[in-house]
Every structure is written in structure tokens, then in C-alpha cells.
């Protein structure tokens, strides 16, 4: 069950991840951060600069990172950040619906979120982390099995 569970996890950070680096990329390339902080100021999202540079990088770098497994609590932590500042500025005045409703930055954000506390075992941060509880839990076994042998 834990390695379909990890599957199963993995491509889902692939998917959210996608669609984090499309928006990220979108702010980027296709529009530019003076755009978008433009068009966010437009908006009323305070310090649209500071905004629109956070809301790029987030995006940009945290679906990266989200697909690779790097950081997972961190990612999740500032896009869930992201989104919440997306929803109140941006979606909530529009209900819960799309286009233009609140549905997609709340799909993302807590899935985000989730994922970023529960990543399974198909990331680096596991391999990293991981290894390192598990050696850990093994002494804190040795140890306990040392001391009640007697």
C-alpha cells in the first residue's frame, strides 16, 4: 500500500506542479513581472512589486520543486501563502465557481498543503529525511532492546 500511495502522491505533485510552473511561467515570460504587478495593483493586492515577484517565484520554483520532492513543507507552507492571497484579493467577491471563482486557488493551495506534509516516498526530501528517521527509529530500538533484554 505505501508504494501506490507514493505513486499516487507523486503524480499528483506532477500534476499541481505543472499547473504552479505554467502560472509561474505565465508571470514571467508571457506577461512580465511590471505587467503583472500592474494588472495586481489593478486588483488592490498591496505591494503589487513585492506580489507579483513572490507570486512568480512561488509558482515558478515551488512546482518545481513540488515535482522533485524538494522542501515539500516550505512549498507548501508559501504556496498556500499564494493562494490565500489569491482568494481574498482576486476570487472571493466571485463565489466558488470558475472561471473566476475561488475553487481552483483553493484546489491548489490544499492540495499543495497536503502534499507538502505527506509527499511519500517518492521524493528527495524522503530519501534525505527519510533515511535519516529510520536510522534513528533503528537505534531507539537497539537501545530499547539493550536495555529490557534482561
Known amino acids: ?17 505543472a499547473i504552479l510552473i505554467a502560472h ?26 513585492v506580489a507579483a515577484w513572490y507570486a512568480t517565484i512561488v509558482e515558478l520554483a515551488g512546482g518545481i520543486l513540488l515535482i522533485l520532492g524538494i522542501a515539500l513543507p516550505l512549498v507548501g507552507l508559501a ?5 490565500i492571497g489569491a482568494i481574498v484579493f482576486v476570487h472571493l467577491p466571485h463565489g466558488l465557481f470558475a472561471p473566476d471563482g475561488f ?33 534513528r527509529r533503528e537505534e531507539a530500538a537497539t537501545e530499547y532492546y539493550e536495555q529490557n533484554e534482561t
Open 79 to 83: 504556496v498556500a501563502i499564494d493562494m
Open 24 to 49: 509561474g511561467w505565465q508571470k514571467l515570460m508571457t506577461w512580465g513581472i511590471p505587467n503583472t504587478a500592474q494588472n495586481f495593483g489593478k486588483m488592490g493586492i498591496p505591494f503589487p512589486e
Open 103 to 135: 475553487e481552483l486557488p483553493l484546489a491548489i493551495g490544499a492540495a499543495v498543503l497536503a502534499m507538502g506534509f505527506n509527499a511519500g516516498t517518492w521524493s528527495i526530501d524522503h530519501l534525505v529525511f527519510g533515511r535519516r528517521r529510520n536510522r
Open 1 to 17: 500500500m505505501t508504494a501506490l500511495r507514493s505513486l499516487l502522491t507523486f503524480i499528483g505533485r506532477i500534476g499541481v506542479g
